[in-house]
């Protein structure tokens, strides 16, 4: 249960120091895209990629060239689906959300809060963190990509012109 034998340690040692190296060859071929901020498409590509190198280190039935053909199919999809997404609108749309309009000028917007799960405390809590003490200071709330909320503070200059691709057409045009 503790042990088995050093031959399974011996096992484990080199096939995760040669996992991770080709790890972060792939990754580094890849480009700094691959794991950059994550929506939800890039988290799955994350965990399959941690799982498939646990896999790799623990279960003596993959062998190393295995593990190293799904970690590059993984990242080669990755790559393949990016590259895809930033040349084709429809291919982007189908794998990337909008950043969607919670707040504008007073006015929550709850059906779009409530259809991404977003509460009201949630939005007070990122302008606290943006170390705004009132609402009266936030000119817009937008629930961005990755699940992020970015907080859009009033400006004193009328220079508020658009928020760029923002989803809510009723609102900004």
Request: aromatic fraction near 10%.
């Amino acid at each position: 249960m503790f042990f088995n034998d050093w031959e399974t340690i011996g096992r484990t040692i080199l096939l995760g120091f040669l996992a991770y190296l080709t790890l972060i060859l792939f990754l580094r071929i890849s480009g700094k895209r691959t794991l950059s901020k994550m929506n939800a498409f890039d988290f799955v590509i994350t965990v399959a990629l941690g799982s498939t190198l646990a896999t790799i280190l623990l279960n003596k039935n993959v062998a190393l060239t295995e593990g190293i053909s799904a970690l590059f199919i993984l990242i080669a999809m990755q790559y393949i689906v990016a590259w895809l997404s930033v040349r084709s609108n429809f291919f982007g749309k189908l794998i990337k959300s909008e950043p969607e309009l919670i707040y504008y000028k007073d006015q929550f917007f709850y059906k779009v809060m409530k259809k991404n799960r977003i509460l009201k405390v949630e939005i007070l809590q990122a302008a606290r963190s943006s170390g705004i003490e009132s609402l009266d200071m936030i000119e817009a709330v937008v629930l961005e990509t990755n699940g992020t909320i970015s907080i859009i503070k009033k400006s004193d200059e009328l220079h508020q012109s658009t928020l760029f691709n923002v989803k809510n057409d009723n609102v900004l045009k």
